[in-house]
């Protein structure tokens, strides 16, 4: 009987071993950055609950432990945020300086106006509009591209840099694939737009109470995420933005208008 009782303690240890750490919100003492996916990782341990002294290697093994996103590709990330702010291990509010990870038309957190700002507090009215931005019960490639859209028009005049961009679309990259409802495809498959459905509740949950919304089915990628896999998600909202902006395909971006004026004669 003993035996029996020891081997059933080992089973729910091993059960509840495998499953995420306990969330717990912030306090008033810790420290939270504009992303939102490093700030759950904080909030469920993964990270220095305190969002203090985080080293490169710290949010490469976070990020790979609990989403299963290639480590080395956060690691030189990670490295890129402690270069900018030249220091060897960063607080979570360092990433809200500019010219590291804070930028102008942001998915979740509105503009810093105040450059020594660290309030890194998201928007609810951001949040509320991303999940608005589409008609069926999944965020999409196409539901994306509306919302960056629209963060883009409530920062205008001002505008993206091209290194903004990139950490803008990867951001967007980031919820479609960390959220998606079934398996994440691979990038070398070249999948279509339509691949990819973060189902709206567990969206708006992970983006309001920064937690990973279990109950909701999220759960890890089985297949580590690599940088190919974001090639196409982060290439079909730009498409499709361009699209929706009445910019036509993505070549006409970086072919000057007089050659694609000179090619429409032409079939004149």
């Known amino acids: 009987m003993a035996s029996k009782i020891a081997i059933a303690s080992l089973i729910a240890l091993s059960a509840a071993s495998e499953g995420l750490r306990p969330w717990e919100a912030p306090g008033p ?39 299963n996103i290639d480590p080395m590709a956060i ?6 945020f402690l270069r900018a702010s030249n220091q060897t291990s960063i607080n979570l509010t360092d990433l809200n300086r500019p010219g590291i990870l804070q930028h102008i038309a ?15 507090t998201a928007s609810q009215d951001r949040i509320h509009h991303l ?10 490639i196409a539901s994306l591209a509306k919302t960056r859209l629209h963060v883009e028009d409530l920062s205008s005049p001002k505008e993206l840099t091209l290194k903004e961009q990139t950490f803008a679309y990867a951001e967007a990259g980031l919820l479609l694939l960390t959220m998606i ?23 708006e949950t992970w983006l309001t109470e920064e937690r990973f919304p279990e109950e909701l089915g999220w759960k890890k990628s089985e297949r580590t995420i ?37 090619g429409t004669d032409s079939e004149l």
Not at 133 to 138: E, L, P
Not at 190 to 201: I, L, V
Not at 228 to 244: A, H, L, N, T, W
């Open 131 to 140: 999940i608005k931005d589409s008609d069926t019960d999944c965020i999409t």
């Open 181 to 203: 409802e079934g398996d994440v495809p691979s990038g070398w498959s070249f999948p279509p737009a339509t691949a990819y459905c973060a189902p709206k509740k567990r969206v």
């Open 29 to 67: 003492n810790d420290l939270r950055s504009p992303c939102p996916m490093l700030n759950t990782l904080a909030n469920h341990g993964y990270l220095p609950h305190d969002g203090r002294d985080i080293s490169a290697q710290q949010f490469a093994d976070a990020a790979f432990e609990v989403v």
């Open 226 to 262: 690599g940088l190919m896999d974001f090639v196409p998600v982060i290439k079909g909202i730009y498409e499709e933005k361009r699209s929706q902006a009445g910019k036509g395909p993505l070549w006409k971006a970086f072919v000057p208008s007089f050659l694609q004026q000179a």
């Open 75 to 80: 690691k030189q990330v990670a490295n890129y």
């Open 106 to 120: 942001s998915l979740t957190r509105d503009d810093v106006t105040d450059p020594d700002s660290v309030d890194v």
